[in-house]
C-alpha cells in the first residue's frame, strides 16, 4: 500500500512539474509572437514604401491543381473500369510603372483546366478543355491628384484552348481612375467601346457603354491575394452588357511553393444564348434560334474554381 502512494504521489509530482514546465514556456512563447507580429507589421509597412516608389514592379504567382484515379474491377459503382483525371492551370503576372505625374499598369490572366472520364468498353476521350479564360489588359493614367487621373484602358478577353476569338471581346475606352490606396484600383470610363468578335451567324454584337475595374492586389507575409471585377454596361441593351470576377489567393509553404484557391463568376447573355442555339441546332438543324432578348434562355451566373499547388515567380 504504501509502494502504492508512493507512486501515486510521484506521478502527481511529475504531472505538475510537466504542467507547471508547459505553462512557463508558454509565458516565455507569448513576448517572442508579439516580437514577431511587430516586426512583420514593420516589414509589411516598409514593403507598402517600397511598392509606392517610382519604377516598374513586376510580380507572377500561379496554381496548379489535379487529381487522378483509376477503378478496376471496382464492382460496387456502375462503371466498374473507368479511369479519370482532373488538370487545372492559373497564372496571374503584372509589370506596373509608376511615377510622380503618370502611371502605367499591365496585367495578365490565364486560367486552363483539362478532365477526362473514361470508361472501359466505351471510345476513350483522353482529356478534354474544361476551364478557358484569357484576360489581358493595360491601363495608362495622367495623375490630376495623388489618387486621381485621367486614364485609357486597353483590356481583352477570350479562350485560348477552344474558338479562340470566337468570341473574343476588346474594351477600349477612356475616363478616370481612382486610387485611394495603394493596392486598389478603381476605374470608371463612361466612355468605352465594347468589340465583340465572332465568326459566321451568331447573336453576339459590340456596342457603345461604360466600363468600370476594380483591381485589389496584395501580399502580407506569406499571403499573396487579388481580386479582379471587370464590368461593361452597355448603352444600347442590357443583354449586351456582361461582367467578369475573378478572385486568387495563394498561402506560401515552403520557399516558392504554397498552396492556392482560385475562382470566378462571369455573367453574359450573349454567351448564354449563344450556347443554348448550339444545343438547339444540333438537336433540330431546321429550328429558329433564339435572340439575345428572348426570355426563354437562362442567363445563369457562370463560375468556376480551383484548389491546388501554388509556385511564386
Same mark, same amino acid.
Given at each position: 500500500?504504501?509502494?502504492?502512494?508512493?507512486?501515486?504521489?510521484?506521478?502527481?509530482?511529475?504531472?505538475?512539474?510537466?504542467?507547471?514546465? +508547459?505553462?512557463?514556456?508558454?509565458?516565455?512563447?507569448?513576448?517572442?509572437?508579439?516580437?514577431?507580429?511587430?516586426?512583420?507589421?514593420?516589414?509589411?509597412? =516598409?514593403?507598402?514604401?517600397?511598392?509606392?516608389?517610382?519604377?516598374?514592379?513586376?510580380?507572377?504567382?500561379?496554381?496548379?491543381?489535379?487529381?487522378?484515379?483509376?477503378?478496376?474491377?471496382?464492382?460496387?459503382?456502375?462503371?466498374?473500369?473507368?479511369?479519370?483525371?482532373?488538370?487545372?492551370?492559373?497564372?496571374?503576372?503584372?509589370?506596373?510603372?509608376?511615377?510622380?505625374?503618370?502611371?502605367?499598369?499591365?496585367?495578365?490572366?490565364?486560367?486552363?483546366?483539362?478532365?477526362?472520364?473514361?470508361?472501359?468498353?466505351?471510345?476513350?476521350?483522353?482529356?478534354? +478543355?474544361?476551364?478557358?479564360?484569357?484576360?489581358?489588359?493595360?491601363?495608362?493614367?495622367?495623375?490630376?491628384?495623388?489618387?486621381?487621373?485621367?486614364?485609357?484602358?486597353? +483590356?481583352?478577353?477570350?479562350?485560348?484552348?477552344?474558338?479562340?476569338?470566337?468570341?473574343?471581346? =476588346?474594351?477600349?475606352?477612356?475616363?478616370?481612375?481612382?486610387?485611394?490606396?495603394?493596392?486598389?484600383?478603381?476605374?470608371?470610363?463612361?466612355?468605352?467601346?465594347?468589340?465583340?468578335?465572332?465568326?459566321?451567324?451568331?447573336?453576339?454584337?459590340?456596342?457603345?457603354?461604360?466600363?468600370?475595374?476594380?483591381?485589389?492586389?496584395?501580399?502580407?507575409?506569406?499571403?499573396?491575394?487579388?481580386?479582379?471585377?471587370?464590368?461593361?454596361?452597355?448603352?444600347?441593351?442590357?443583354?449586351?452588357?456582361?461582367?467578369?470576377?475573378?478572385?486568387?489567393?495563394?498561402?506560401?509553404?515552403?520557399?516558392?511553393?504554397?498552396?492556392?484557391?482560385?475562382?470566378?463568376?462571369?455573367?453574359?447573355?450573349?454567351?448564354?444564348?449563344?450556347?443554348?442555339?448550339?444545343?438547339?441546332?444540333?438537336?433540330?438543324?431546321?429550328?429558329?434560334?433564339?435572340?439575345?432578348?428572348?426570355?426563354?434562355?437562362?442567363?445563369?451566373?457562370?463560375?468556376?474554381?480551383? =484548389?491546388?499547388?501554388?509556385?511564386?515567380?
Amino acid at each position: 500500500m504504501k509502494r502504492l502512494i508512493v507512486l501515486g504521489a510521484a506521478i502527481l509530482l511529475t504531472i505538475s512539474a510537466q504542467a507547471q514546465t +508547459e505553462e512557463e514556456l508558454k509565458a516565455q512563447q507569448a513576448p517572442k509572437k508579439a516580437e514577431i507580429a511587430k516586426l512583420q507589421g514593420e516589414v509589411n509597412s =516598409l514593403q507598402a514604401q517600397i511598392d509606392a516608389l517610382p519604377g516598374w514592379k513586376y510580380g507572377a504567382f500561379g496554381t496548379i491543381g489535379g487529381n487522378f484515379s483509376k477503378f478496376n474491377d471496382w464492382y460496387s459503382q456502375g462503371a466498374p473500369n473507368v479511369s479519370s483525371g482532373n488538370i487545372g492551370i492559373t497564372g496571374n503576372a503584372f509589370a506596373n510603372k509608376l511615377e510622380e505625374k503618370y502611371f502605367w499598369r499591365n496585367s495578365l490572366s490565364v486560367n486552363l483546366g483539362w478532365v477526362k472520364f473514361d470508361e472501359e468498353g466505351e471510345e476513350e476521350e483522353g482529356f478534354q +478543355e474544361a476551364t478557358d479564360v484569357f484576360n489581358v489588359s493595360s491601363l495608362y493614367g495622367y495623375k490630376l491628384t495623388d489618387k486621381i487621373a485621367v486614364s485609357a484602358l486597353g +483590356e481583352y478577353r477570350t479562350t485560348l484552348l477552344n474558338n479562340f476569338n470566337d468570341p473574343g471581346y =476588346l474594351d477600349l475606352g477612356v475616363g478616370a481612375t481612382w486610387t485611394p490606396i495603394p493596392n486598389l484600383i478603381v476605374v470608371v470610363h463612361p466612355l468605352n467601346y465594347n468589340f465583340v468578335f465572332s465568326s459566321g451567324d451568331s447573336v453576339f454584337e459590340s456596342s457603345l457603354g461604360a466600363k468600370i475595374v476594380a483591381d485589389y492586389t496584395r501580399q502580407i507575409g506569406k499571403i499573396a491575394f487579388k481580386s479582379n471585377l471587370s464590368a461593361f454596361q452597355s448603352y444600347e441593351s442590357s443583354d449586351l452588357s456582361n461582367f467578369t470576377w475573378i478572385n486568387s489567393f495563394s498561402y506560401k509553404l515552403w520557399n516558392q511553393i504554397g498552396v492556392g484557391f482560385e475562382f470566378g463568376l462571369r455573367g453574359n447573355r450573349q454567351e448564354a444564348v449563344n450556347f443554348a442555339n448550339n444545343n438547339l441546332l444540333a438537336e433540330d438543324p431546321t429550328a429558329i434560334p433564339f435572340e439575345v432578348g428572348d426570355s426563354a434562355v437562362d442567363n445563369k451566373i457562370q463560375s468556376y474554381y480551383l =484548389l491546388g499547388l501554388t509556385y511564386a515567380f
